[in-house]
C-alpha cells in the first residue's frame, strides 16, 4: 500500500511534464496572401480630322513612343484615320513620318472632271491598301477604327472591319470636295461631320484611357480662300461642339499650335508634324500623372475585393 501511495503522484508528475514541458506547441502557418496582379491599362489613341494638319499626328505618335507609351487602339476621323491605319497597320513614327515626306499628291488626287470636278477617292483607298499590303481592317497589328457619316441617314458609323482603304476613303470623304464612297448600297462622307475627334470609337474599341488629338480649324476671323479651306472651316464651325463634348469624354486631349497651317497646306508637313511633336511633349508629363492614378486607383479597387 505504502508504495501504490507514492507511485500515483509520480506517475501524475511524470503526466504533467510531458504535457507541458515535453512538447512544442502547435503554431498555426501563416496565411500567405499573393500580391494583386499587375494593373494594365488600354490605351486609347484617338486622332481627329484636319486634312493636312493631319500629319501633326505623326509627330504625336513619335514623341508617344519615345516616352514608352504605346497605344493598344486606334480610332481615326478623316485626315486621322489615314495615320491612324497606317499605324495600326505596323508603321511606326519614322515609318510614316518617311512615307509622308515621300507622298505625292497626284497618287491620292484622282478629279473626275464628269462628276463636278469632285476628288473620286480610289486612289486614296487604293495608296492605303497598297501601303497596307491589302490587309483588311481586323488583320491589322493594332484594333482600329475609322469613323464615317452616312449620307443618307446622317448616322456616325464606325469601320471595324473589312477594307480598309474604302474605310479610311470613307472618313475622309469631304463633301463638296470628294464624291461620297458607297458601300454596299450607302454612301458616305467625312467622319469630321458627326464625329470630329473619335474618342466614342476608341472607347469602344475597349480604351481605358484616351488620349485625344486635336487638330481642328478654329475660326481666325479671315475669310478662308479657295473650296477646300471654306468646306474645311465649315465642317469645322459644325463640329465645334460636337468635338468639345467628345474631348471632354477623352483623359488627356493634345492640341497642336497649328494656326499658321490650313487644310491645303500639304508643303507644310514638316511644320505640323514638329507642332504635333511639341505639343506632345509638353503633355507626356499629364498623361504619366493620369495613368499612374488611374492604374493606382484599380489596385486598391482590386485589393479591397474580398476573393473567394
Known amino acids: 500500500m505504502p508504495f501504490r501511495r507514492f507511485l500515483l ?47 501633326a499626328h505623326i509627330g504625336v505618335i513619335k514623341m508617344l513612343e519615345a516616352s514608352g507609351i504605346h497605344p493598344d487602339v486606334v480610332a481615326g476621323t478623316s485626315a486621322g484615320s489615314v495615320v491612324g491605319a497606317l499605324y495600326a497597320g505596323g508603321m511606326d513614327a519614322f515609318a510614316l513620318q518617311e512615307t509622308a515626306f515621300g507622298l505625292d499628291e497626284a497618287k491620292i488626287r484622282d478629279v473626275r472632271l464628269f462628276s463636278g470636278g469632285l476628288v473620286q477617292g480610289r486612289a486614296l483607298q487604293d495608296y492605303i491598301n497598297l501601303l497596307l499590303h491589302q490587309q483588311s481592317i481586323e488583320h491589322l497589328k493594332l484594333p482600329f477604327a475609322a469613323v ?15 477594307n480598309t482603304g474604302q474605310a479610311v476613303r470613307a472618313s475622309s470623304s469631304v463633301p463638296g470636295v470628294f464624291e461620297p464612297a458607297a458601300i454596299n448600297g450607302k454612301h458616305y462622307v467625312d467622319g469630321g461631320v458627326v464625329s470630329p475627334i473619335p474618342v466614342d470609337a476608341a472607347r469602344q474599341l475597349g480604351a481605358d484611357f484616351v488620349i485625344a488629338v486635336d487638330i481642328s480649324t478654329r475660326p481666325s476671323g479671315s475669310n478662308p480662300q479657295g473650296m477646300v479651306n ?59 500623372a493620369k495613368l499612374a492614378a488611374m492604374i493606382a486607383a484599380r489596385q486598391m479597387a482590386a485589393a479591397a475585393t474580398p476573393t473567394h
Open 9 to 55: 503522484p509520480l506517475l501524475a508528475a511524470l503526466s504533467l511534464s510531458a504535457c507541458f514541458g515535453g512538447s512544442k506547441p502547435i503554431v498555426p502557418a501563416p496565411v500567405v496572401v499573393p500580391p494583386p496582379a499587375p494593373v494594365k491599362l488600354k490605351i486609347g489613341l484617338a486622332l481627329g480630322g484636319g486634312a493636312a494638319k493631319g500629319f
Open 148 to 162: 464615317a457619316t452616312q449620307l443618307e441617314t446622317g448616322q456616325r458609323t464606325v469601320f471595324v472591319r473589312g
Open 230 to 288: 471654306i468646306v474645311g472651316q465649315t465642317i469645322a464651325i459644325m463640329g465645334r461642339q460636337l468635338g468639345a463634348q467628345e474631348t471632354a469624354r477623352a483623359d488627356v486631349v493634345i492640341r497642336p499650335n497649328l494656326g499658321g497651317i490650313g487644310p491645303t497646306d500639304f508643303e507644310q508637313k514638316n511644320q505640323a508634324i514638329l507642332e504635333g511633336e511639341r505639343a506632345t511633349l509638353a503633355a507626356i508629363p499629364v498623361i504619366r
